[in-house]
């Protein structure tokens, strides 16, 4: 499902990746744990072509990164959704606008897109604040929205950077609860994050990035 081959990168002769190998199942869900600056979010923009590798290769499912055209970028990002730690929600929409902002974007009918977006709505039970503001929700809430987002077009993948960052430790462990439904229903899921609470007693892999090396792995 997703494989790194050897995978560097590097900013200004200075190397963020080094020799990155990982597999991840389809179905799976994996973390990804490691200092600041370890290179966690870089390896996952690099998943979604917000970077591009220096060398080795990165397949997602049938897609080869370091191949492809910039013609095919979108339909590989059509695959993948992302959830951020500052929610990037858009203030002056209401929320059911916001997730469905993606899928008016891509033109897909306006009866489908109400159908797939009261349906993620539903899936992080916030379909009761449909009309509701970004300003007048609980960081919690603003961060479940985010994640009907990033679901909204049933990506294969889905990729959160430091998606509890903001929260306080109850509300992110309700974040993780959420991750933990929507990989039961089949979705890949691979979150970075620093904080060892959010996948102790997971049973899930946990890879460990230190200086942009792969150090270890362990099961949560």
């Not at 900013?11 to 490691?34: C, P, W």
């Not at 990002?77 to 974007?105: E, H, P, S, T, Y």
């Not at 489908?112 to 993620?120: D, G, M, N, Q, Y």
Request: charged fraction near 25%; aromatic fraction near 6%.
């Amino acid at each position: 499902m997703i494989i790194f081959q050897n995978v560097s990168k590097y900013y200004d002769f200075h190397t963020v990746l080094r020799n990155i190998n990982i597999s991840i199942q389809k179905g799976e869900m994996a973390f990804l744990t490691g200092p600041s600056g370890a290179g966690k979010s870089t390896l996952l923009k690099l998943m979604y072509m917000a970077e591009i590798p220096d060398e080795g290769n990165i397949l997602i499912e049938d897609l080869d990164i370091g191949s492809m055209k910039m013609s095919q970028i979108p339909l590989l990002r059509r695959n993948i959704g992302v959830v951020f730690q500052d929610f990037k929600l858009i203030r002056n929409l209401n929320i059911f606008d916001n997730v469905a902002l993606a899928l008016r974007i891509r033109g897909v009918a306006e009866k489908e897109t109400k159908a797939l977006t009261s349906e993620a709505l539903k899936k992080v039970n916030l379909r009761h604040l449909a009309d509701s503001y970004p300003k007048s929700l609980s960081g919690g809430e603003q961060q479940r929205i985010s994640i009907a987002r990033a679901i909204v077009a049933e990506p294969l993948v889905l990729l959160a950077d430091e998606p509890t960052g903001n929260l306080d430790p109850g509300t992110a462990l309700d974040i993780i609860r959420l991750f933990r439904d929507l990989n039961s229903q089949g979705t890949t899921i691979m979150i970075a994050t620093h904080n060892r609470e959010l996948f102790r007693g997971t049973g899930k892999r946990v890879l460990k990035l230190d200086g942009g090396s792969l150090v270890g792995e362990e099961l949560g």
